[in-house]
């Protein structure tokens, strides 16, 4: 009995959420502090998946840690090849092929719908409601079939190069692209239909789980998780990168704050990124897609250069310090979840446990990114 | 020797009764399981046997042959008891009810009574279990076992009350019996009784839900919150009893939804009423029921104690005045 309420004047009690909790997606361990059923305190215990991978950059040469980016965020690690690419490449001076930019936009929006299929199924599983998932995974089949006939890998992508990307696509990839385009669109009604409008889940995410604007300047968090709260920010409009301002794309924005808002924000972003794919696909120019002159061994100037660029979760930045060696000096990788994860102690406080957890899958956690 | 043949019978429909709720047991995972993956446009077992029909034998066999780890900190007593527990009072619902006019094994007066009494039991059960458990899961499992008890029993008994008063007995036969010759005459479509007949079986459907646990309203043992909810501590066979426990509450709740709604083992048409019939809309119900757990998420339990105490209560009292006023007028 001693792991129950120890006096009587505060009876709570602690209640060990992870490293093997189904809800948490991975080894996320959150120490709650339960009166009753409502949650009195929350508190993120991480490091249980910390593989040193800022330490490991400044032990390997600049192409060598690229391996590595695809390893964080293994659910959209296109991107994080994006952001890594993209820094080095400002360090050391590289311009990028206008194909090679293309294919990376292409490939690193596929992998951004893909990322959202898959936290559609773990969300509405995390609700209770096993079948979405499926259905998600039906879809994603299709990016990852599409994604391994370019990069040759299915889930930790390492694609980009510095100064372009490792392979032309194949003749297949438009035709295929564009017909699982025309898929999704069919598909995502059907979801809208089965689940978005579904009662249970309205009344599960309308009006849970309130992160205000306030919160999320206060931790620093972004993407989906401050776009539902309000706030327009969007690292591809609002500190362009790559080729992203000549597409034409909305950045969806929900004032509610509440669970539902940033459930209708990732959706509204599979729709935003298949039209970004679509006039990418259409404009996509002839030529090579890997810069000519890259030296094989990387020397970036001596300097101090930072990068973000937007992931599924929110803004993602590098920053590199290079001191004229073939290794960067420090190595410092700036992770969307970790923000987003560090208001979940506050917004939580005083919520039900059903309700705290439908909060947390709304964050969209990754735990490796967390850690890294 | 001379044995009383009313002894035999009963011995007959007691391994009848225990062979009928251990098969249903079994071959429900199975439907589950293929019903869930055809939702899910998978095929769902199919190996063991053809379609996957001996795989409930297989599971049997692994699950029997699992070491019964009793984990330490627990009430060994508590914790040994609540399977069967949950077990027993199922079984023995299945004594009162008529699958026909004549296959019934014990023809009660009050068995509409004994049903929901034992019903009760079964909640105990779980609530023991969990309590015995000593884990934190399973206790909060056991405290929303509690608040949903209350919750949904309210609005199905006094759903149970006005059909009482319709039938104007709580013997199980009789209630069907009252009700044959085609689906017109059946409860749920006896309007002259009262026009919300349908909106009645409705509300007894879903605290049918409530009350064998099942999604949408399976918080006791809902995986991504409590991990297994008051079963987190069980494995092996006493898991294995709890799950047979609540598949053969399935049965029956479906079995008593036909009998009082649905007009037991009466054909729709007025032809060759029989068991058949029964089991043909009992498993439609249990289809029903597995239709829902695949397609909809799971609510909260004040969601539950909210659709309780706000909608289906004040509309079940609604139907039970406008019951007896309708059979004190005509």
Redesign the interface.
């Known amino acids: 009995?001693s792991?129950?309420a120890e006096s009587e004047a505060k009876e709570t009690?602690v209640?060990n959420l992870g490293p093997q909790?189904?809800?948490t997606h991975g080894v996320l361990r959150v120490k709650l502090t339960m009166d009753?059923?409502y949650i009195a305190e929350a508190e993120p215990v991480l490091g249980y998946i910390h593989r040193m991978h800022e330490k490991m950059g400044e032990n390997r040469t600049w192409a060598q840690f690229m391996p590595n980016t695809g390893r964080m965020d293994y659910l959209h690690a296109l991107a994080y090849n994006h952001g890594y690419v993209s820094v080095v490449e400002r360090a050391a001076g590289i311009e990028v092929p206008e194909r090679a930019e293309y294919l990376r936009v292409i490939t690193a929006e596929l992998n951004r719908v893909s990322s959202h299929l898959l936290w559609f199924g773990a969300f509405?599983?995390?609700?209770?409601?096993?079948?979405p998932l499926?259905?998600a995974f039906?879809d994603r089949e299709h990016i990852l079939d599409l994604l391994e006939s370019v990069t040759g890998s299915r889930l930790t992508y390492c694609y980009f190069r510095f100064g372009g990307v490792y392979n032309d696509i194949d003749d297949n990839f438009v035709p295929g692209t564009r017909a699982f385009i025309k898929r999704l669109r069919e598909r995502m009604p059907m979801y809208h239909n089965?689940v978005t409008k579904?009662i249970?889940?309205m009344?599960?995410l309308q009006e849970v789980g309130p992160i205000s604007a306030e919160m999320c300047r206060k931790y620093g968090a972004t993407g989906p998780v401050c776009r539902g709260s309000g706030i327009n920010f969007d690292v591809r409009k609002h500190e362009p990168y790559s080729i992203y301002p000549e597409f034409d794309f909305d950045v969806p924005v929900y004032e509610q704050c509440d669970s539902m808002a940033r459930y209708m924000v990732r959706m509204d972003e599979i729709e935003q990124s298949l039209r970004i794919i679509e006039q990418a696909l259409d404009k996509l120019p002839e030529g090579p897609v890997m810069a000519e002159k890259v030296p094989k061994i990387l020397k970036p100037a001596k300097g101090d250069y930072y990068h973000a660029v937007e992931t599924a979760r929110g803004s993602f930045g590098v920053r590199v310090v290079s001191d004229g060696t073939n290794t960067p000096y420090r190595l410092k990788l700036r992770s969307p979840t970790f923000s987003n994860l560090s208001l979940f102690g506050e917004a939580c406080q005083g919520m039900?446990?059903?309700?705290a957890?439908a909060l947390m899958g709304s964050l969209d956690l990754v735990i490796p990114e967390i850690d890294r | 020797m001379y044995v009383d043949p009313e002894i035999i019978r009963l011995l007959a429909f007691l391994v009848g009764v225990i062979a009928f709720a251990a098969l249903n047991a079994a071959y429900l995972v199975w439907l589950e399981r293929k019903e869930?993956a055809h939702?899910?446009?998978?095929i769902g077992p199919k190996e063991v046997g053809p379609f996957g029909l001996l795989q409930p034998l297989v599971d049997g066999i692994k699950l029997m042959t699992k070491q019964l780890i009793v984990p330490a900190g627990v009430d060994p007593v508590l914790f040994k008891i609540a399977p069967i527990l949950v077990m027993v009072p199922a079984i023995m619902s299945f004594v009162t009810i008529p699958f026909s006019d004549t296959l019934v094994a014990r023809n009660l007066d009050i068995g509409l009574l004994a049903i929901f009494a034992f019903a009760s039991v079964n909640v105990l059960g779980l609530l023991l279990g969990a309590w015995g458990s000593?884990n934190?899961?399973a206790?909060?499992s056991a405290?929303?076992v509690v608040s949903q008890n209350v919750a949904y029993e309210i609005p199905m008994l006094v759903t149970v009350v006005t059909l009482v008063m319709i039938s104007g007995t709580m013997n199980l036969s009789k209630i069907v019996g009252l009700q044959l010759g085609g689906f017109w005459n059946w409860n749920i479509f006896n309007l002259s009784a009262s026009p919300l007949m349908p909106i009645a079986f409705l509300i007894f459907f879903v605290c049918m839900l409530a009350e064998t646990n099942r999604?949408?309203f399976?918080?006791a043992e809902?995986?991504?919150?409590l991990?297994a909810g008051a079963f987190t501590e069980y494995s092996g066979m006493g898991f294995g009893v709890f799950f047979m426990g609540e598949y053969a509450n399935i049965v029956i709740g479906a079995s008593v939804a036909t009998i009082l709604f649905l007009g037991g083992w009466d054909c729709p048409f007025g032809l060759f009423p029989g068991v058949h019939w029964f089991l043909i809309k009992m498993y439609f119900l249990i289809f029903t029921v597995i239709w829902i757990r695949?397609?909809?998420?799971?609510?909260?339990?004040?969601?539950l104690l909210n659709l309780s105490w706000k909608i289906l209560i004040p509309i079940s009292f609604v139907n039970l005045i406008l019951t007896s006023a309708m059979l004190k007028v005509f």
């Open positions: 009995m792991a129950f009690f209640l909790h189904p809800a009753g059923e509405i599983l995390d609700l209770g409601g096993f079948s499926l259905y039906d089965l579904n249970i889940l009344k599960r039900l446990l059903p309700d957890l | 869930a939702i899910q446009r998978r000593r934190k899961y206790v909060i405290a929303r999604a949408p399976d918080m809902a995986e991504s919150e991990v695949w397609t909809y998420p799971r609510t909260t339990f004040y969601g």
